[in-house]
């Protein structure tokens, strides 16, 4: 069984500002981990996903995350906050290679950005 | 890139009623298609995983009877939401798997409102 944890259901930052969403994971078996983005009545898009190559993984729009198996974490973090980045963020994780295909989902950040 | 479509985008219908939402994967073969339920400001819930030509695979809770999945070509999958109750209200989401294992394209989504 798979399970995600995402600390803090929102988060604010001010333009500019870092930003850092948590997300731990719990998994039997080496895991895939992703980070999707949604904007309001909008489906999913990918930011970053681990597959077991490089622990850190760079994504789009400036996101990256770096996987620490010692910590079971998958953090998602930027730089510096454009006020675009105001979203839900969900971070998934499936059963890598030899499990099933299907996510299971954290319970979402939503990411505020104060001017 | 991998483009999955779903039809219709917004759809009210009255209790009682049924309901098709399809998912369509426009520009590549997907043997296996997973089909999510997103409650307002909730995380994604897997539902089912539809492998084309055979039965649907459903996650513990959901009702196979109620929500029929059909998996007919490798670029269709349906979603029969049948004699739907406001208590079925919620965002469908469909994802395609690519040919490898860690790649999952989500569609645009489904907004269903009962009344």
């Known amino acids: 069984a798979q399970s995600v944890t995402q600390l803090g259901s929102h988060v604010s930052v001010s333009e500019g500002a870092l930003v850092l969403l948590r997300c731990n994971y719990s998994?039997?078996?080496?895991?895939?981990l992703f980070w999707y983005v949604q904007y309001p009545n909008q489906g999913l898009q990918l930011l970053l996903k681990?597959?077991?190559?490089?622990?850190l993984v760079k994504g789009i729009n400036g996101f990256e995350a770096e996987f620490k198996k010692s910590e079971t974490s998958f953090h998602l973090t930027k730089p510096s906050a454009h006020m675009s980045d105001a979203a839900e963020y969900f971070c998934?994780?499936?059963?890598?290679?030899?499990?099933?295909?299907?996510?299971?989902f954290g319970s979402g950040t939503r990411l505020q950005v104060q001017p | 890139g991998a483009v999955v479509s779903q039809h219709p985008s917004r759809v009210i219908c009255k209790s009682g009623t049924s309901v098709k939402i399809e998912c369509r994967s426009l520009?590549?073969?997907?043997?296996?298609m997973f089909w999510y339920r997103q409650f307002p400001k909730k995380s994604l819930m897997l539902m089912a995983t539809?492998?084309?030509?055979?039965?649907?695979?459903?996650e513990q809770g959901v009702e196979k009877d109620k929500f029929l999945i059909n998996h007919a070509s490798l670029t269709l999958s349906t979603l029969t939401v049948t004699s739907a109750h406001p208590e079925d209200s919620s965002f469908y989401i469909c994802?395609?798997?690519?040919?490898?294992?860690?790649?999952?394209?989500f569609g645009p989504g489904t907004r269903l409102t009962v009344t």
């Open positions: 994802s395609a798997g690519g040919q490898a294992t860690y790649e999952q394209y």
């Open positions: 998994s039997s078996v080496p895991p895939y």
């Open positions: 681990y597959t077991s190559a490089a622990t």
């Open positions: 998934a994780v499936s059963e890598g290679d030899t499990g099933r295909r299907a996510l299971t």
């Open positions: 520009d590549f073969q997907a043997t296996t």
């Open positions: 539809s492998n084309e030509g055979s039965k649907a695979t459903y």
